[in-house]
């Protein structure tokens, strides 16, 4: 047993070079970005205790769903074929209309747009940093995905990739105050900028004009400027306005699409390919 | 032997990760206590000579890992935490259980309000009063983790 009062290294010594290292760590984590080998790899390192943490919830989800009687799953397997018909009749429509889009640009001579490659991911329920809005998903550097992708679900943008491991990643929700969106609104092609403000139900448009043509209820899409967000998604609904002259900016307030506080099933899209743009 | 005593404390803030990571629901989720660090202090003054500011920042490090926070934030307010509580030991042992407690709130009110300074310089997050709510449950938690971990440590025997 060691002495309880012989130390080899004095407290103070042991704080500051801690304290050293936290900083170098901050400062190197704020400044460098991009999924190198040693992110990507820390970040693996957490991944076993992510899914562990996210165990018991699964065993009760589990449970719930086998505990479901017989007339409750016909009843969704029959909403959800009446569904599934209503949207392949949508489906044909829209085949049709991507044939004649092309057309169009061909005549126009501008480049054809591609499908996307994309993924499915399901969210783990694990507890993130308070002060920020971000989820973990069950997707990472082994399905290929890298940083800075775009990610929605069956409503409109969620939010984009963060941190990369190699079997988890983090999606940082568009809602956080780091986070902002290029769009546009649908209906009159005005572009803009949407701002997290760190509530999960509201999002704040930035730097508008008080002369701009924005009204309650406008759909705002992603303008595809910026790179992230393919053009096109649903993002937010125009909820408030407030044009007081006395401040620079009218204050435009809008609500997410997407649900939230309440996704499970996401959808990770890649960017589009390099070479259509280059072909432009 | 030596490694036998610094597994069982291993084993005890691996518990405490895994419970600080676990879901909750919604409406408990502001009033979750900080597991790790609450464990970590313990350890901290029970047996100084094998936890200190060395294990504090790694398993802090760990926790900024597993909860996407800006890397080191958690390692530094973890170190300074255990710095002072393993540099006061010998006085906060002493103390009654509940005079410990009202300590240990102050602790975690001192590591609550660095992590929001932190997090404001990094990220510009504004101060919300529930970010407070867990120095009370810790400090209400804290007799328990005491009573806890002593069995667990006077069963092993962990000196």
């Not at chain 1, 704080?15 to 991009?34: C, E, M, N, P, R």
């Not at chain 1, 609104?185 to 930035?206: A, D, F, H, P, Y």
């Not at chain 2, 979750?32 to 398993?59: E, K």
Request: proline content about 4%; hydrophobic content about 45%.
């Amino acid at each position: 047993m060691k002495l309880m009062f012989g130390r080899t290294v004095s407290l103070q010594l042991r704080l500051f070079v801690a304290v050293l290292l936290s900083i170098v760590l901050i400062v190197g984590d704020k400044y460098t970005q991009g999924s190198t080998t040693v992110r990507t790899s820390l970040n693996t390192l957490v991944s076993p205790l992510i899914y562990l943490a996210n165990l018991p919830y699964e065993v009760f989800s589990f449970g719930a769903k086998s505990l479901q009687t017989r007339e409750q799953l016909l009843s969704e397997n029959e909403a959800l074929k009446q569904k599934q018909l209503l949207q392949s009749e949508q489906l044909q429509q829209y085949q049709f209309l991507t044939k004649e889009n092309q057309k169009l640009r061909a005549l126009l001579g501008s480049s054809a747009k591609q499908a996307n490659r994309k993924i499915i991911a399901q969210i783990l329920s694990v507890h993130s940093n308070p002060y920020s809005h971000q989820v973990v998903i069950n997707r990472g550097a082994i399905d290929g995905l890298s940083e800075g992708q775009a990610v929605i679900d069956e409503m409109g943008v969620v939010g984009q990739l963060t941190k990369v491991g190699s079997t988890t990643s983090r999606v940082l929700l568009m809602t956080d105050t780091t986070h902002a969106t290029p769009v546009r609104i649908l209906r009159n092609e005005v572009r803009t900028v949407v701002e997290g403000m760190g509530k999960i139900n509201q999002v704040k448009l930035s730097h508008v004009p008080h002369s701009l043509d924005v009204r309650i209820g406008d759909v705002l899409v992603t303008s595809g400027l910026g790179g992230t967000f393919p053009e096109g998604y649903p993002v937010a609904i125009v909820t408030e306005i407030n044009r007081d002259e006395g401040s620079p900016f009218a204050q435009v307030y809008a609500e997410p699409v997407a649900q939230l506080d309440r996704i499970r099933l996401l959808v990770v899209l890649w960017r589009q390919q390099q070479e259509i743009i280059s072909s432009e | 032997m030596n490694s036998r005593h610094s597994f069982l404390i291993g084993v005890s803030i691996f518990f405490a990760l895994i419970m600080s990571l676990m879901p909750l629901p919604f409406t408990f989720e502001p009033f979750r206590p900080d597991w790790v660090l609450l464990v970590l202090m313990y350890w901290s003054l029970a047996v100084p000579h094998r936890l200190n500011i060395g294990t504090a920042w790694v398993v802090g490090l760990l926790i900024d890992l597993a909860s996407g926070s800006p890397l080191g934030v958690n390692s530094l307010t973890f170190s300074i935490c255990i710095f002072v509580t393993a540099s006061n030991f010998q006085k906060i042992r002493n103390f009654s259980i509940w005079q410990q407690a009202i300590l240990v709130g102050l602790f975690l009110m001192f590591y609550h309000l660095m992590q929001f300074w932190l997090n404001h310089f990094l990220m510009d997050v504004y101060f919300n009063p529930q970010y407070l709510w867990p120095v009370v449950t810790g400090m209400l938690s804290w007799p328990w983790i005491f009573l806890l971990l002593r069995k667990y440590r006077r069963h092993f025997r962990i000196r």
